[in-house]
C-alpha cells in the first residue's frame, strides 16, 4: 500500500498566507525554466497586487446615468459610511469606498463585494448628509446596475437569482392590484427559496400564516380589489418603469 | 477742514484702518453695533492668537487702546447706519445711537463689518446644544480664555477629547461651500493648549484635510510631534449620547476603511465663519454688492481686495471673506489708505 501523502493547500508555505488572495497565487505541477526544474515547494508565484491603469471609461459610463451622473464631485469623505445604517451590519458594506472603485474603474476590487453591494436599503441618510451632495444612495443604484451588468455569473453563483425571482413577485404585485399583499409575498418567496415546507413546520412560521388568514390580512387584496382611479396610476407608473428600462438599458 | 472719513465695524480691521487714518489727521466716525470695541476677539474672549500664541490682549488690546485715546476718532457704540445716500463724490450717512440721531457727511466709507462664527446647531447632526460637552472652537476659546478646561456636564477634567473640523464649512448641505481658512490653525492651537494644560489627555482630530496653510503648518507639526495629538481621517456624520456620561462620535476612518463609534468626554466641532446678517444689510444699504457665498464682493479679487463696486467705499477684514486676525488688520490699511486718497482727491 502506497503511503498516502497529505494534499498540499494552495501557497500553504507562504507566510502571512491571510493576505493573499487564491487566485493570486501560481503554482505549476512540473516548472521547468531554462532547463532548471523547479517542481516543488520552489515553484509558487505571487501574481504582483500593485494596480497599472485606472479604467476612465468606467467612470464615464457611471456619469452618464441619472443615478450615477454625480460621481464627479466625491471627494472620499466618509460622511455616507459614517451615516449608512447598512455598514454596522455589513462592514464590507461601504459606499464611499464602492465610489471609490468606481471613479477608477476598479472593477476588479469591486467584484469582491457582488455579495453585499446591493444591500442598500435607501434610508438617504447619506444622502441628506453629503457634504458635496453627491447623493450616494442613488450612486449605490447606479452600483448595483453596474453589478448586474458586469458580474452576471457572480449573481448566479452567489444566489442572489432569488432576490431577483422575489422583486419580480413584489413588482407584479404592486403593478397588476396596486396592492401589496404579504401573505403571497411571503409564501412566493419561500416557495422561490426552495423553503415552502417550513411554512407548515416550524410553528412560528405556521402561526403566521393563521394569523394572516384570521384577521383577514391574507383576503384583504382580493376583497378590497384595486385602489380607486387605478388605472390612470398604473398607467403613469408603467411610464415612469419604461423610462427606467430605458436607462438601465442604456447603461 | 480735514477729510471726514466713516468707518463701520469696531473689529481688528476697522480699527487698525481708524487708527492709521486717524494718524494722518483725519476725523474718524467709527460706528460699532456692540456696547463695546474690538469685533468678535472681543466677544469671545480669544485668549491666544496663532502662529506665536501670543496673548490676544496684546493686539486687540493694543487696537482699542489707541482708538480710544485718539482724539480725531469718534465712536459710536451700540450704533447703526440708519440711513446711507450719494451726495455726489461724498455721502451723507445717518448714524443712530443711543444718545440721539445724527447725519453727516463724510468724503469716503470703509466697511468692516466682519463675521459670524457658524452656528453648529443648525446642522442637526452634530447634537450642538443637545449635550453639554459637545462645545464649539468659540466656546472653547472663551472657556480657556476664563481658564477653565474642564468639562461643562460636570466640571471634571476630560480624559479625551475629539475636535471635528469642517463643520459648517465645505458643506453644500449646510449651504457654506467654502473653506474658513482659519478653524485647522486654531483647532491645532487648541489641542495644543488642551494638551498644555492635561499632558495625560488624549486629543483626536477628525479631519478631511487639514489646511494649515503656510507658516501655520508648524503648530501642525508642534502638534503631532510634541503633544502627541492624533489625527483621523474621516468626517464625522453623528453625535449620540454614550455611556459614562459620554458623547459617541460616530464616523468612517477612511483610511482604515469602516466604521467607528467612539464615545469621548468632550467633542469640539471647528465651526467655520459665515458673512453674518450683516453683509447682506450693508450691501442693501450701501448698495455694494454680495457675492455667492454671503460675503461682501470686492471689486477685484486680486488687484483690489479692498474695493467695493462702488466708487468711495472700501472694504476690509472679514466681511469680505474669512480671514485670520493678521489679514484684516493688513486689509485695514489697505482700506484707510484707499480711502484717504480718495478723499483727497474728492475734497472740493
Known sequence: ?251 | MPENILVIGGGPAGLHAANELAELGVSVSLVERDAFIGGNPKKFKYKFLFPDLQPAENVIGELIKKAESNKNIRIYYSSEVTDFKENGKKFDVTIKSPKGTETKTFNSVIVATGFEHFDPATDSKYSYQLFDDVIDIKDLEKMMGEGNFNRPSNGKPPRNVAIILCVGSRDRHVGNQYCSRVCCTVSVKQAIELKEHFPEMEVYIFYMDIRTYGFYEDLYWKAMEEHDVQIVKGRVAEITSGPDNTVICKGEDTLLRGPFEIPFDMVVLASGMEGGPQSPEMSKKLGIELDEHGFLKPANITLSPFKSNKDGIFLAGACTGPKAIVDAIVEGGAAAMNAYIYAKKNAQ
Open chain 1, 1 to 251: 500500500m502506497l503511503n498516502e501523502r497529505p494534499v498540499a493547500e494552495k501557497g500553504e508555505h507562504i507566510i502571512a498566507r491571510h493576505l493573499i488572495e487564491d487566485d493570486r497565487i501560481k503554482e505549476e505541477k512540473n516548472l521547468v525554466i531554462d532547463g532548471v526544474d523547479v517542481s516543488g515547494r520552489w515553484n509558487t508565484f505571487i501574481e504582483t497586487r500593485v494596480d497599472s491603469e485606472y479604467d476612465r471609461s468606467f467612470f464615464e459610463e457611471i456619469k452618464k446615468t441619472v443615478v450615477g451622473s454625480r460621481i464627479n464631485r466625491c471627494w472620499q469623505c466618509g460622511m455616507c459610511t459614517a451615516s449608512c445604517t447598512v455598514t454596522p451590519l455589513y462592514r464590507r458594506f461601504n459606499p464611499r469606498a464602492f465610489i471609490y472603485m468606481m471613479q477608477l474603474g476598479n472593477l476588479k476590487e469591486l467584484k469582491k463585494y457582488v455579495d453585499v453591494a446591493w444591500r442598500c436599503v435607501g434610508c438617504y441618510k447619506c444622502s441628506q448628509r453629503c457634504p458635496k451632495q453627491v447623493n450616494p444612495a442613488e450612486m449605490m443604484e447606479a452600483l448595483a446596475l453596474v453589478v448586474k451588468k458586469y458580474f452576471p455569473e457572480e449573481l448566479e453563483k452567489k444566489a442572489l437569482k432569488i432576490d431577483e425571482d422575489v422583486k419580480k413577485i413584489y413588482e407584479e404585485m404592486i403593478l397588476g392590484r396596486g396592492r401589496l399583499d404579504l401573505a403571497k409575498l411571503h409564501t412566493g418567496s419561500m416557495r422561490k427559496m426552495g423553503r415552502s415546507k417550513e411554512l407548515l413546520g416550524k410553528k412560528i412560521e405556521r402561526d403566521a400564516i393563521f394569523k394572516m388568514i384570521k384577521d383577514g390580512r391574507a383576503f384583504s387584496v382580493l376583497r378590497l380589489g384595486t385602489p380607486p382611479k387605478w388605472h390612470n396610476s398604473k398607467k403613469a407608473i408603467d411610464k415612469y418603469l419604461k423610462n427606467i428600462g430605458t436607462l438601465e438599458e442604456s447603461l
